[in-house]
Nanobody, 125 residues
Framework: QVQLVESGGGLVQAGDSLRLSCAAS????????MGWFRQAPGKEREFVAA??????????YYVDSVKGRFTISRDNAKNTVFLQMNSLKPEDTAVYYC????????????????WGQGTQVTVSS
């Protein structure tokens, strides 16, 4: 079992930055694909970013809309995954979820079996 707890969300203005944290317990996250997803009101949950397990190379993936602005990282010593979000836009407003899985299709939410409770990110213009 893996327990995930997100934190770091909040209300910011366009152009500001936030760093989301996902603290894991129960298992070492280095053995998992770790992903960030988001869900805006009236929209389906969508893939944002992922980092593969250490054995598979720790590769990073991003949805096109956040490339160059968001950075996913992992601190194995703290068993925590981060999502650094810069140059935030109103369209980034959503509940952000951290997830852990063992699949290879990093952008498919069905590949993830453990999920956090979500943290709200609101970006005003």
């Amino acid at each position: 079992q893996v327990q995930l707890v997100e934190s770091g969300g909040g209300l910011v203005q366009a152009g500001d930055s936030l760093r989301l944290s996902c603290a894991a317990s129960g298992r070492t996250i280095s053995n998992y694909v770790m992903g960030w997803f988001r869900q805006a009101p009236g929209k389906e949950r969508e893939f944002v970013a992922a980092i593969s397990s250490t054995w598979s190379g720790g590769r990073k993936y991003y949805v096109d809309s956040v490339k160059g602005r968001f950075t996913i990282s992992r601190d194995n010593a703290k068993n925590t995954v981060f999502l650094q979000m810069n140059s935030l836009k109103p369209e980034d407003t959503a509940v952000y979820y951290c997830a852990a899985g063992s699949g290879s299709t990093y952008s498919d939410l069905k590949e993830y079996v453990y999920w956090g409770q979500g943290t709200q990110v609101t970006v005003s213009s």
